[in-house]
């Protein structure tokens, strides 16, 4: 299970990558890209799927599909908090946690 998994298992039940990819018709790579940029781009004063599509290529319909299956909005919103990279989030804390290995923290 991948770390995208696990925290869209807070954010919305029976959802996982690949559960998600086979649901859109995409691989489990191109929704994983997809589930990162949609998270980068939701706290922009951007559209969201739009930002995203420009960031992976990929169309806004299906981006808009994955925010559907996701559960909205407010879901996706969730999922972003949970993964920012400030120090709070998932990426943060793992960004700390690796730094700490590496001789940065101490």
Request: net charge negative; aromatic share 2%; hydrophobic share 40%.
């Amino acid at each position: 299970m991948s770390i995208l998994d696990g925290i869209l298992g807070q954010v919305t039940q029976n959802v996982d990558i690949a559960n998600l990819a086979a649901k859109v018709g995409l691989s489990p790579e191109h929704v994983e890209q997809a589930v990162q940029a949609l998270a980068k781009f939701h706290p922009m004063d951007t559209d969201t799927a739009e930002g995203a599509a420009g960031a992976t290529g990929l169309p806004v319909e299906k981006l808009q599909e994955i925010i559907g299956h996701i559960g909205g909005e407010g879901s996706l919103g969730h999922f972003a908090n949970l993964l920012k990279g400030d120090g709070e989030g998932v990426l943060g804390q793992l960004g700390g946690l690796a730094s700490g290995f590496l001789g940065g923290k101490s």
